[in-house]
Nanobody
Framework: QVQLVESGGGLVQPGESLRLSCAAS????????MSWYRQAPGKERELVAT????????NYLYSVKGRFTISRDNAKNTVYLQMNSLKPEDTAVYYC?????WGTGTLVTVSS
């Protein structure tokens, strides 16, 4: 049974940082690219960042480049999203994704 379990969301002020984690199980983690998506209230879900199976290549949504970093630990079957200099427009539910599988999301709220 495939599971993707996100953690690390919360309420922060603008300019602060958060690190999201996604623990994966039930599939061969090292075979799959991993992605983070987000969905803000009233908006479509959008791709935030992707990392290749070996972790040697990453792609980012333009609006988060230079602020967010995706990484993975293949020994721990975990993918991370380090989010720095957070802005109110980063407020969303953040989802972990591998191929057709999705986590249930973790809420990030950026507000003063």
């Amino acid at each position: 049974q495939v599971q993707l379990v996100e953690s690390g969301g919360g309420l922060v002020q603008p300019g602060e940082s958060l690190r999201l984690s996604c623990a994966a199980s039930g599939f061969t983690f090292t075979w799959y690219a991993m992605s983070w998506y987000r969905q803000a209230p009233g908006k479509e879900r959008e791709l935030v960042a992707t990392i290749t199976p070996a972790g040697d290549s990453r792609n980012y949504l333009y609006s988060v480049k230079g602020r967010f970093t995706i990484s993975r630990d293949n020994a721990k079957n975990t993918v991370y999203l380090q989010m720095n200099s957070l802005k109110p427009e980063d407020t969303a539910v953040y989802y972990c994704n591998a191929a057709k599988w999705w986590g249930t999301g973790t809420l990030v709220t950026v507000s003063s």
